[in-house]
């Protein structure tokens, strides 16, 4: 049975970072691309990064140059690292990947 965890969430102020993880089990991520999504109360999900199965990297407008995603495949884990923190960021994370979601972590920015 595949499952993704996410982890790393929290409360930070605007202009401070967080590194969120997606930890996979039942399935190795090192053949798949894996992304992450965001959900803001009131909103609906929205993507907000992808790594290739090879590495390559793309991110919505919104992050871009802020958020960075690596993945970890000895460790069949996937990062995002946010940096530069906006309260317009706080919303559950997603991480997605074969097919199947992760439960989400709460990501709160204040002002």
């Known amino acids: 049975q595949v499952q993704l965890v996410e982890s790393g969430g929290g409360l930070v102020q605007a202009g401070g970072s967080l590194r969120l993880s997606c930890t996979a089990s039942?399935?190795?991520?090192?053949?798949?691309?894996v992304n992450w999504y965001r959900q803001a109360p009131g909103k609906e999900r929205e993507w907000v990064a992808t790594?290739?199965?090879?590495?390559?990297?793309n991110y919505a407008d919104s992050v871009k140059g802020r958020f960075a995603i690596s993945r970890a495949d000895a460790k069949n884990t996937v990062y995002l690292q946010m940096n530069s923190l906006k309260p317009e960021d706080t919303a559950v994370y997603y991480c997605?990947?074969?097919?199947?979601w992760g439960q989400g972590t709460q990501v709160t920015v204040s002002s």
């Open positions: 790594v290739s199965s090879v590495g390559s990297t």
């Open positions: 039942g399935r190795t991520f090192s053949r798949y691309a």
């Open positions: 997605a990947a074969f097919g199947a």
